[in-house]
């Protein structure tokens, strides 16, 4: 073979100009770009939506949204773009840093190690630059 690169980085870079000859915005595209598009929803939409209007005795916004970045975290906090959200709109709903940390770190024992730290650096850097957007 005349050509050095391996075949996983012959397919990426075809899949890489398909892509920018679909759309040229997507050469520049990033997840984290993707995530200034969710606008992060008010407290009391939020509890409309999915907190405990409908249900009264049920579980808050709040609490919704701790236990989905617990489940996040234990499936190995893969889902960048969904911890950061999750954790914005924990936080606009009322979740405390604090609490934020505590969710994460006591599903560590369920997804390890590894996980909890990348969550933790993922809600850090959130929770660092203020929470909502």
């Not at 075949?7 to 899949?15: G, N």
């Not at 409908?54 to 911890?83: C, M, R, S, V």
Request: proline share 6%; glycine share 10%; charged share 20%.
């Amino acid at each position: 073979m005349s050509d050095p690169k391996n075949p996983f980085d012959a397919m990426m870079k075809m899949s890489q100009d398909w892509a920018k000859s679909l759309n040229p915005a997507l050469e520049s595209f990033t997840p984290k770009g993707f995530e200034t598009l969710w606008p992060t929803m008010p407290k009391d939409i939020m509890e409309g939506m999915m907190g405990n209007t409908y249900n009264p005795e049920g579980l808050d916004a709040k609490t919704k949204l701790l236990l989905t970045l617990g489940a996040l975290t234990i499936l190995g906090a893969q889902a960048e773009a969904q911890i950061r959200l999750t954790v914005r709109h924990a936080i606009e709903a009322g979740a405390t840093k604090q609490e934020v940390a505590e969710t994460i770190a006591l599903v560590g024992v369920f997804g390890g190690v590894p996980a909890m730290t990348k969550a933790m650096e993922l809600a850090s850097s959130v929770m660092e630059d203020g929470g909502a957007s």
